[in-house]
Structures are given as C-alpha cells and as structure tokens.
C-alpha cells in the first residue's frame, strides 16, 4: 500500500519568515495530493491540493509543488502570521480511493 | 449541505462498556473513512466504505472495532467492549473522489 513520509515533524519559524514542508510518497501510481490544516482542537481542513498533471500551484501565500520523478510534495508558506500556526497534514490518493496521511507537522509562528 | 455530522462530540464511558460513534456524510458523497486520532500515532485509517460497501478494513485494531453502513446517510463505528487505549479522536470524513476528504468534527472518546 502506498507509503507517506513527512518532514519535519514540527518546524519554528518567525513571523513574516517562509515555512516549506516535504512529503514523499511510495505509490507512483498516486495521483492527488491534498493539503490539511489542523488547528487545536479542531477537524483537519483542506487549504490546498495539486494532481500529479501538474507541477505547481499557489493560491494566496500558500503554494504547494510536486515532483513525479522523485515522488515528493511541498508546502510552502510565505510571509507566515501567528494564525498559520497549526499541525500540516500531506496525503497522497490513488485513483479515487483512500487518502493516505503524513505523520503531520506542527508549525509554530512566533511574532 | 451541513458538511459531515459526527455524534456524539465527547464520550466517557468506563472500560468494558459498549461505544457507538455515529457519523452522516455529505449528501452525494460515495466514499466514507474513520480514522483515528492519538498524539502517538497521527491519523489512522480504521476502515473505507465505497457505496456502502467496506472496501479496506486492515486499520481496524481488533475485533473490538466494528463498522457499518447500512445506507448512504449513516454510518456506525463501534467499540465492544472499550478499554482505555481506545481513548483517542476518532474522524468520520466523506469523498466524492478524488477531491479530497472532508471531515467531520470528531468524537472525543475517553476509556476510564
């Protein structure tokens, strides 16, 4: 079954500095990659998501990349605020089946 | 749409007692998952139904776990008897494929 690795496990950051996340997955046959936003105490939620027919997309200060080749994905996070303070969650779908999550990373933006 | 509906919020129950979590998906939503929540283990995928049917129940833990599907409106996920490793957050989200999963607000559970 398909595999999902995600660094780093938590991550600190200033704020108005950039925060990048990397995932990789194992199932090359994977062909969606959404990105959840956990905050305490709450569900996860969706903020962004790429299909493996593209390489990258922002929306806003969020931007997430994807290599085939290599079978890894990025979140990147410009110009952070305290609000982005959160656990990320990667997650990588095969077809229209299961989501298989990352371990999470929890992002701390100081002020 | 309401979004994906779990109850209860929050369960305490004492150790051997039967828990039953409930969950309602998104109207149209042909995909359902509970996972499981702990500080330890991140996310767990207990069991996927597609169109009701279980497709992958390897997650499950043990035969304590069941789950069920009788409709497209309403899934059970239970715990017979509880015991206090269980005590976790336990998601119920729903997919229409390939876009994702949405979640619902989780039942917190607590085996004492």
């Known amino acids: 079954g398909e595999n999902v690795e995600q660094h780093p496990s938590t991550l600190s950051v200033q704020e108005g500095d950039s925060a990048v996340i990397k995932c990789t997955y194992s199932d090359s046959a994977s062909n969606y990659f959404p990105w959840y936003k956990q905050e305490l105490g709450k569900r996860p939620q969706l903020i962004i998501d790429i299909r493996s027919n593209v390489g990258e997309k922002k929306d806003q200060r969020i931007a997430v990349t994807l290599n085939k080749t290599a079978k890894h994905f990025s979140l990147h996070i410009t110009e952070t605020q305290p609000e982005d303070s959160a656990v990320y969650f990667c997650?990588?779908?095969?077809?229209?089946?299961?989501?298989?999550f990352g371990k999470g990373t929890m992002l701390l933006v100081s002020p | 749409d309401a979004g994906v509906i779990q109850s209860p919020r929050h369960e305490v129950t004492e150790m051997g007692q039967e828990v039953t979590l409930r969950c309602k998906p998104i109207s149209g939503h042909n995909s359902l998952f509970w996972y499981r929540q702990t500080m330890m283990r991140g996310l767990e995928l207990l069991i996927y139904?597609?169109?009701?049917?279980?497709?992958?129940d390897s997650g499950m833990p043990e035969d304590r776990f069941s789950a069920k599907m009788p409709n497209a409106s309403f899934s059970t996920l239970k715990i017979q008897p509880s015991e206090p490793r269980d005590s976790a957050v336990y998601f119920c989200?729903?997919?229409?494929?390939?876009?994702?999963?949405?979640f619902g607000q989780g039942t917190r559970l607590t085996v004492v």
């Open positions: 139904f597609n169109n009701n049917v279980p497709i992958d």
């Open positions: 989200a729903t997919s229409a494929g390939g876009f994702g999963a949405f």
């Open positions: 997650a990588a779908e095969r077809g229209y089946s299961t989501l298989t």
